[in-house]
């Protein structure tokens, strides 16, 4: 069964990973994922972006159809694989050792 | 923490003089007549002692001569948003919790977190150490069933006939003073406050008044235990001088190069009793090119400073307390609400606050919360889970730097450290404190 819009099948094989619904779970899948897996999941996404934004903001956070929440849920993932992708060459900020930090509050998705 | 000051700078450092040497680039913003914020303040200028960090001694005066003593911010309306809505407080500082809760009356109450009976934990959920909200008509206390009406009086004892002589009037849950402003609530720990809250606060914050706090209503909270001092992470978020060193990375090549050869300097700091402000300037990231914006942010319109397309906040004018020192542009104020409260208020209209509160001499828990005007669109929702992720990236960086600076600190081998005119907040805290302390001193009588 397909998550993402029909536009968006080829990013399937991510989404099956990527499309968790919290901040922290998607942190988990940054931190249980190699650079390699990383840097894929963003070449593929990262210059679809902005036509995956413009798909969602057709609706409003309440009328989002699932498969919509789902690609919002997708860029949100993408924002986790952005910080190790753009900055720090890495999957872990450099130097935060054992350093954790929980996002114990959200607005739901 | 970074501040949009600090790119602001940079990037018009950067096209304005590129020929600039480094020594050439220092002091580009005015400061006071007296030459430095430090000593506009009235503040010295000689090394400092951070035995305030390191001495179990100090902390234990400290909790007594500042924690008791102040108004102690520990959440927002919101949370006790309808009768009889609660949450608990873990204060392990003055070795307590507490819960807070809407009465019947709709007053925000706050009780020492015991039951009279026997000294039961009265709220909690599964672990007694851990924190709990919810929504109740009535406290009863697991153990014996003793029950408490919202406003704290004791309304029923399990076989009262067995008790002797008892008078439930006498018996009702201990008060903490609580008070709300601009819908922040604060507790104070006292027998009897020494001032008010909103004397407490002073004109600084008071001029924060008509803010809309209250439509800030989507919430992200970020918790994590920090292996250091509280008054360590105060510093880390009222000093950017190490924004450009620990968080360049953050930024594209493009922009960090520049960035690490300038550092950062403030417009404006204020102090006014013992809170403290410091204000930055703004950044239009929209504006700058290509090169110096990270593609995600592009793709987000949005990073650490928040959406670029800000909300419409519903007022008429700004409060004349939000950017204190008219600077333009402006970034943001970083307000810090003595002892462990930071506020700070963004040119894209959104807030974020911090606590710190100390667990131990070297421990403490940190709580950093971001206040949206609640998305209503996916794009907006992804703009503010980027301003979020953003955060929590550069609060991995402060958190295991304020370990490492603890961690030496202890070891004694210095005490003695050369604070800049950028951290002036820095030494205005160590000053305040000592200042509390010697206080308490006096009035108890402790030498």
Known sequence: MSLLPAEFADLEPFAAKWCVDTEDERFAVRMASSMEEIQAFYDAFEPRAETAVAHCDRYTLDDLPEDGANLLRLLCALVQASFPVECWRQVKVPDTGAAAVDCIVQPAL | ?447
């Open chain 2, 1 to 447: 923490m970074a501040s949009s000051g600090t790119i602001q700078l940079i990037y018009l450092q950067d096209c304005q003089s590129r020929q600039s040497s480094r020594k050439e680039v220092m002091a580009r913003l005015p400061k006071p007549a007296e030459g430095s914020w430090t000593e506009h303040y009235g503040l010295g200028t000689a090394p400092v002692s951070y035995e305030g960090t390191t001495s179990p001694e100090y902390y234990e005066v400290e909790r007594e001569a500042v924690f008791r003593r102040s108004w102690l911010h520990v959440g927002r309306v919101e949370q006790v948003d309808r009768t009889g809505a609660y949450f608990t407080k873990e204060i392990a500082v003055l070795g307590t919790s507490i819960v807070v809760v809407r009465d019947a009356d709709g007053k925000v109450r706050a009780f020492h977190n015991i039951c009279r009976h026997r000294g039961n934990k009265l709220v909690w959920t599964d672990f007694p150490s851990e924190e709990t909200a919810g929504v109740c008509r009535q406290f009863t206390c697991k153990y014996h069933a003793w029950r408490y009406n919202l406003d704290g009086s004791l309304n029923f004892v399990q076989q009262e006939g067995e008790f002797f002589d008892l008078d439930k009037g006498a018996f009702g849950l201990v008060p903490v003073h609580c008070d709300v402003w601009q819908g922040f609530i604060f507790v104070n720990f006292a027998d009897e406050p020494e001032q008010p809250l909103h004397e407490y606060l002073g004109p600084m914050l008071g001029a924060l008044d008509g803010y809309p706090f209250e439509r800030m209503t989507e919430r992200r909270v970020y918790r994590t235990e920090i292996k250091a001092n509280w008054k360590l992470f105060v510093d880390a978020a009222q000093e950017f001088y190490h924004a450009p060193v620990l968080h360049l990375k953050q930024n594209p090549p493009a922009l960090a190069l520049p960035m690490q050869d300038n550092g950062f300097e403030a417009p404006y700091y204020q102090i006014d009793g013992p809170h403290r402000v410091v204000s930055t300037n703004g950044i239009r990231a929209w504006d700058l090119p290509e090169d110096k914006r990270k593609r995600m942010d592009t793709i987000t319109r949005s990073g650490l400073f928040g959406a670029w397309d800000a909300p419409d906040l519903g007022i008429e004018k700004m409060p004349a307390g939000i950017n204190p020192g008219g600077c333009e542009p402006w970034g943001m104020d970083s307000f810090q609400v003595y002892p462990n409260f930071l506020l700070g208020i963004w040119s894209q209209n959104w807030v974020m606050s911090y606590t710190y509160w100390p667990t131990g001499f070297n421990s403490h828990v940190f709580e950093g919360t971001l206040h949206f005007i609640p998305a209503k669109t996916p794009g907006e929702y992804l703009a503010h889970e980027m301003a979020g992720v953003a955060f929590k990236e550069y609060l991995l960086q402060d958190a295991n730097t304020l370990e490492a600076t603890q961690m030496m600190l202890e070891s004694g081998v210095v005490n003695r450290f050369p604070i800049g005119d950028q951290e002036v907040l820095c030494r205005a805290l160590i000053e305040e404190t000592d200042r509390w302390i010697a206080d308490y001193k006096e009035k108890k009588g402790i030498s």
